[in-house]
C-alpha cells in the first residue's frame, strides 16, 4: 500500500498511516457515539472517538503481533501500514518452513483474540448478564440508560468501551481465520497443507482454492439479500468480489513460483551465439564477421583457440585500436575471459538467473558446461518463452524478440518481486 504518511515507529518498524484511515476513524467515532449518546449526551461524541482510536490501535496490534512473530524468525519487516480496509505488514520474505509460516500467519488473529477475551471478561464482571445482550445486538436506548442509572455515567461508558472493543476483537479475529487466502485463515490453512504434503504450492493451491469457494460463496449470500432487499447485500457481494480475486492472483504467483523453481538455465537457454577463431586477426574477424551481420542484431561471440573456450569477443574495443594494427592483433586482444563472464551452470534455476540479469543490469548470463566450455546463453526473453513454455502459454515469436530487443522483463509479470519471495 503506498501514499501513505510516516508517523513513526515502532520497536523500529517504519509506521504508515494512509489518508483513508481517517475516513475510516470519524466513521467508527460517529457510528460508537450513537450508542453513548443514550449513556450521556455531552460525552458521547469523545468516547466515540475515544473507542474508534483503540479499535484502530487493534488492528495495529494485529499487524505488531505478525512483526514481531516475523522478526523473532530473523525476517526484515519493512514497514506496517494502516489504510481504509485494516493494516498491513510488509515482510521482506516468507518464512521457509510451514511452522514458522504457521505462527506468522496465526499471530495476528491471536492477538485480537486475546484481547478480546479479556476485556469480555471485564465488560461481563462490569455489566454482568447485560454483557450478553449488549455485545451480540441490544444496544437499544431503555437497556442502555438504565445502565448510567445503575453503574453512574463514568463506569457505564468505560464498561460499554470495553464491551464494545472486546466484540470488535473477536469478530476481527475470527473473520481473520477464515481460511481463504488473502485472510491469515488462508496462510494458516496453507501451512497446514504445506506441512502435511511438503510441498509449499500444494499449500497455496488449496488455500487459494478454498479463498475462491469462499468468495464465490459470499457474492450469493450478497446477492440473495439484495433479493431479499436488504441492501447490505453489497457490502457482502465487495468482499466476496474482493477475496475471490485476491485468492486468484495468489494461484496464479504460487503457479508463477513453482514454473520458476522447475526451470533451470539449460531448458531456457538458446545457442544464439557464434564460436570463432581466438587466433584470427581483428582485421579478418571485422571483414567476415562483423561487417555481415544484419542490422538489427547483435550478434554474441565467443572465442576458442587450442580446443578451449578462451571468453567473449567485445566486438565495441575495437573501436579503441587503431585500424592499422588490426592486421598485427588477434582477437585475443579484445576478449574478455571467460572467468570474468557472468557466468551459469546448466543446473542453474531460473530465479538465480533473473536476479542476476536484473540485479547487475546484463543483457544476458552464458552457460557453461561442466567441462567449462560455452554452451548457451539466457536472455530475459528466453526466460519468457521457457516460463510460457511450462504454463501453456500463448506467447508469439513476436513478443519474445520485443522482449530481447528492450532488454526488460514485462512488467506486469512482477519476476523481481517473485524471485525475490523464493
Ligand atoms: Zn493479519
Redesign the pocket.
Known amino acids: 500500500m503506498r501514499g501513505g504518511m510516516r508517523i513513526g515507529a515502532i520497536f523500529g518498524i517504519p509506521l504508515y498511516i494512509h489518508p483513508t484511515w481517517l475516513l475510516i476513524l470519524f466513521l467508527l467515532a460517529w457510528m460508537y457515539s450513537e450508542g453513548y449518546q443514550n449513556v450521556s449526551s455531552r460525552l458521547a461524541l469523545t468516547s466515540g472517538l475515544v473507542t474508534a482510536f483503540l479499535v484502530l490501535g487493534s488492528i495495529l496490534l ?2 505488531l ?2 512483526s514481531l512473530v516475523a522478526k523473532a524468525q530473523g525476517i526484515e519487516v519493512k514497514s506496517v501500514t494502516l489504510f481504509l480496509f485494516g ?1 498491513i ?1 510488509s515482510i521482506a520474505k516468507e518464512p521457509k518452513d510451514p511452522l514458522s509460516n504457521l505462527a506468522l ?1 496465526a499471530a ?2 491471536l492477538v485480537n483474540l486475546v484481547i478480546g477475551s479479556f476485556l469480555a471478561v471485564v465488560a461481563w464482571f462490569a455489566l454482568g448478564d447485560q454483557a450478553i445482550l449488549l455485545g451480540t445486538a441490544d444496544q437499544t436506548q431503555e437497556v442502555i440508560s438504565g445502565l448510567a442509572v445503575e453503574l453512574g455515567v463514568g463506569r457505564a461508558l468505560v464498561s460499554l468501551m470495553a464491551l464494545n472493543l472486546a466484540v470488535f476483537n473477536i469478530v476481527i479475529g475470527l473473520f ?1 481465520l477464515i481460511p481463504a487466502l488473502p ?2 485463515g488462508g496462510q494458516v490453512l496453507k501451512s497446514i497443507v504445506w506441512k502435511i504434503t511438503g510441498s509449499r504450492f500444494s499449500g497455496i493451491r488449496w488455500a487459494a482454492y478454498s479463498g475462491q469457494i469462499i468468495g464465490i460463496f459470499t457474492m450469493l449470500l450478497g446477492f440473495s439479500a439484495l433479493f431479499a432487499q436488504a441492501l447490505n447485500g453489497i457490502f457482502f457481494i465487495f468482499v466476496g468480489w474482493f477475496v475471490f480475486n485476491s485468492a486468484t492472483v495468489h494461484l496464479q504467483y504460487g503457479r508463477l513460483q513453482q514454473a520458476l523453481l522447475e526451470i533451470d538455465a539449460e531448458s531456457a537457454m538458446t545457442r544464439d551465439f557464434r564460436i570463432v577463431d581466438a587466433d584470427m586477426s581483428l582485421r579478418r574477424f571485422a571483414d567476415d564477421f562483423l561487417l555481415m551481420q544484419e542490422k538489427d542484431k547483435q550478434p554474441i561471440f565467443f572465442a576458442a583457440s587450442d580446443g578451449r573456450d578462451r571468453g567473449m569477443v567485445n566486438a565495441d574495443e575495437l573501436r579503441y585500436i587503431e585500424r592499422e594494427r588490426w592486421e598485427q592483433e588477434d582477437l585475443h586482444s579484445i576478449v574478455k575471459p571467460l572467468q570474468s563472464l557472468d557466468v551459469v551452470d546448466l543446473s542453474t534455476k531460473i530465479p538465480r538467473v533473473i536476479d542476476m540479469l536484473e540485479q547487475k543490469e546484463l543483457p544476458y548470463v552464458t552457460v557453461l558446461s561442466p567441462a567449462g566450455s560455452v554452451t548457451g546463453i539466457v536472455d530475459r526473453g528466453d526466460v519468457i518463452r521457457a516460463l510460457a513454455r511450462r504454463l501453456n502459454w500463448r506467447i508469439p515469436e513476436a513478443y519474445i524478440k520485443r522482449i530481447k530487443a528492450e532488454g526488460k522483463f514485462p512488467p506486469e509479470l512482477k519476476l523481481t518481486e517473485i524471485t525475490s519471495q523464493l
Open positions: 494485529h499487524e503481533g505478525h493494516g505488514a500467519a495476528g488473529p481473520n485472510l491469515d
